[in-house]
């Protein structure tokens, strides 16, 4: 089965403190690619990053990180020293063979100045 | 950058009538997708189309359908709206279909409520 877990509904935590958002997937196809978005109160999803399968490589983007992990399939977002701006409702998606797309169903993160 | 555009960001409408939500894209995309939106349950698929005239159920199309008579209009339909389908609803498009490694660009979503 094709299927992303994100376990945290919703994560609160105070301006500046470090936090990770979980993903675990499940899929049966030897290449697929992994995304994260982030959705901001105002609706529109906003593509963050795509890894593929073959790249267990760890990207870092400004406070931004992703730690892809094969073994556990699990590619998990940390974002370094948060910042208001970074509430928003986040989703992990998994792509593979075909053109659908399966989202997990979101952590909403909520920055506490 | 890619823009998705959809018609309304609300729309408020009576049980039974006929509702369509309009998405236009503008970067030539072959696919393109409908998602509710519902707290607890994150994205769930409706239809996609990865061609002009071709459309494949997604997970939840039933009281649905779409039209794709051109590549860059994609149109979600609800034959009788009913109060169960007030919901947000977003619509997305991608390249190269049959590949699901390219990232979707996604519309700003419109907030229906069915009364």
């Known amino acids: 089965a094709q299927k992303v877990t994100q376990a945290q509904t919703e994560i609160s935590v105070v301006e500046k403190e470090d936090v990770t958002l979980d993903c675990v997937y499940e899929?049966?196809?030897?290449?697929?690619?992994l995304f994260w978005y982030k959705q901001p109160p105002s609706g529109e999803l906003v593509f963050l990053i795509r890894r593929n399968s073959f790249d267990e490589q760890n990207e870092i983007s400004g406070r931004y990180s992703w730690n892809f992990q094969k073994s556990t399939s699990s590619f998990n977002f940390t974002i370094t020293a948060s910042q208001v701006v970074d509430s928003a409702v986040y989703f992990c998606a998994l792509g593979g063979s075909g053109n659908q797309f399966y989202f997990g169903t979101g952590t909403s993160l909520t920055v506490i100045p | 950058d890619v823009k998705v555009t959809q018609s309304s960001r609300y729309l408020v409408k009576r049980t039974g009538e006929k509702v369509f939500l309009e998405c236009v894209q503008d970067m030539d995309h072959e696919n393109m997708f409908w998602y509710r939106q519902d707290p607890g349950l994150g994205l769930r698929l409706i239809y996609f189309s990865y061609d002009v005239k071709m459309k494949e159920k997604g997970d939840i199309p039933e009281g649905y359908s779409v039209s794709r008579e051109k590549k860059e209009r994609f149109s979600l339909i609800l034959e009788s709206a009913s109060t169960n389908q007030t919901s947000m609803y977003l619509c997305a498009s991608s390249s190269h279909p049959g590949q699901g490694n390219q990232p979707q660009h996604f519309g700003d979503g419109t907030r229906l409520s069915i009364l």
């Open positions: 899929t049966r196809d030897t290449t697929y690619y």
